[in-house]
């Protein structure tokens, strides 16, 4: 669960905040209670950016990583030919 905090607050806990990003609890920052930041681990921007580099039709073959053998994983799958959309003929009345 993150912990939220105004930005006054966190100014002044900053230590205390890297602390818990450090250890993988996100913080999110507010200002006029609306959340404008997170302070979050560096592990976890580096999935954040892998995620955005996969972009949403690399699926989950794009997710993969991080593990011996993954390229030949995501190799494997978008080597995968999908099959076409299914067409509903239409109903007669």
Do not use: D, N, Y
């Not at 993150?2 to 930005?7: D, E, F, G």
């Not at 890297?18 to 996100?26: D, I, S």
């Amino acid at each position: 669960m993150a912990r939220t905090l105004s930005a006054a607050r966190a100014k002044a806990e900053f230590a205390q905040c890297v602390r818990k990003a450090e250890g993988g609890e996100a913080v999110v920052i507010t200002r006029h209670g609306k959340p404008v930041a997170a302070l979050v681990s560096a592990e976890q921007v580096k999935q954040l950016e892998r995620l955005r580099a996969a972009g949403p039709e690399a699926g989950l073959a794009g997710l993969a990583g991080g593990w011996r053998g993954s390229a030949e994983l995501v190799a494997a799958v978008a080597g995968v030919r999908r099959s076409s959309v299914r067409r509903v003929p239409k109903r007669r009345r």
